[in-house]
């Protein structure tokens, strides 16, 4: 990655809002480091990525160059992390089938058909899309809508551990180093 502080430039008197990416580079996964970048180099920044690498990016925006939950500026999803490979109802299905079989869980359960189902590599990363990026002040109603969907679809993988707003999930089209697969949109 470029040195942050070229992105990081701006006035120290300026708002900013940034997200976050974590990367490892080697097998095992011994360290993993920390990038910080405007919300409007996104695109270039994900452009340059080592898609070979595990690389993770935060889920929410950050108003200084820390994934902490006081630094939260805003958040524009709400997601699960499920791991349905280690569930009765997903163990020997494809990503695709069970992506599709989640959305008619989803159905089941009373929960909005999600906005985006991406293949992690091993599991699904589920998301579903806000109006508008809330503020921080929203935080533990968010963190309430979170849980609620979590304990819903606990018995279909749901990870429990993986539901806070500073959270990071597998970046799409980068490498799952534990599992070789590279991380795709599923629906």
Same mark, same amino acid.
């Given at each position: ?10 006035? &120290? ?18 360290? &993993? ?18 898609? &070979? ?135």
């Amino acid at each position: 990655f470029p040195k942050e502080e070229n992105f990081l430039s701006c006035s &120290k008197t300026a708002r900013r809002t940034l997200i976050s990416l974590l990367s490892a580079r080697s097998v095992p996964l011994k360290k &993993k480091k920390q990038f910080c970048f405007p919300v409007e180099k996104m695109d270039w920044v994900i452009d340059h990525l080592d898609v &070979k690498a595990d690389t993770w990016i935060s889920q929410s925006t950050f108003f200084v160059p820390s994934r902490r939950i006081v630094c939260l500026s805003g958040i524009s999803s709400l997601f699960l992390d499920l791991d349905y490979y280690k569930t009765d109802w997903g163990k020997n299905k494809t990503p695709e089938e069970a992506a599709n079989h989640f959305v008619r869980i989803c159905q089941e359960v009373g929960i909005p058909i999600p906005s985006l189902i991406v293949f992690s590599g091993r599991g699904l990363q589920i998301k579903w899309l806000l109006s508008y990026n809330i503020p921080r002040a929203a935080l533990p109603r968010w963190n309430l809508a979170q849980q609620k969907i979590c304990r819903r679809l606990a018995p279909y993988g749901a990870d429990a551990n993986a539901l806070d707003a500073a959270r990071v999930l597998r970046v799409l089209h980068t490498t799952n180093t534990r599992s070789g697969r590279w991380s795709e949109q599923s629906l």
